[in-house]
Nanobody, 113 residues
């Protein structure tokens, strides 16, 4: 059974940076496409970025050029480097192995001055 544990969220000022991590267990990590999603208050969960097992990324238009998704297959961990953060990036961020309909607890990111 796949499990994901997100970490690295926090409070940051506009223009700042954060790096999220997601530790994955229960699957052979390197075979799976991983994705980050986010959910802002009062809004539906939305796609942020995804990365295939061999490292090919795709980004939502709203984060392209500011966020970078990466993975370390040896550590079964996927990362989301977030730069030039904006208040509209405030949300709970979740990672997910796309082959499974399973969500972790998420990590809160708040962008505010």
């Amino acid at each position: 059974q796949v499990q994901t544990v997100e970490s690295g969220g926090g409070l940051v000022q506009p223009g700042g940076s954060l790096r999220l991590s997601c530790a994955v267990s229960g699957v052979t990590f390197r075979f799976y496409t991983m994705a980050w999603y986010r959910q802002a208050p009062g809004k539906e969960r939305e796609f942020v970025a995804r990365i295939t097992g061999d490292g090919s990324p795709i980004y939502a238009d709203s984060v392209k050029g500011r966020f970078t998704i990466s993975r370390d297959n040896a550590k079964s961990t996927v990362y989301l480097q977030m730069n030039s953060l904006k208040p509209e990036d405030t949300a709970v961020y979740y990672c997910r192995a796309l082959a499974y309909d399973k969500w972790g607890q998420g990590t809160q990111v708040t962008v505010s001055s």
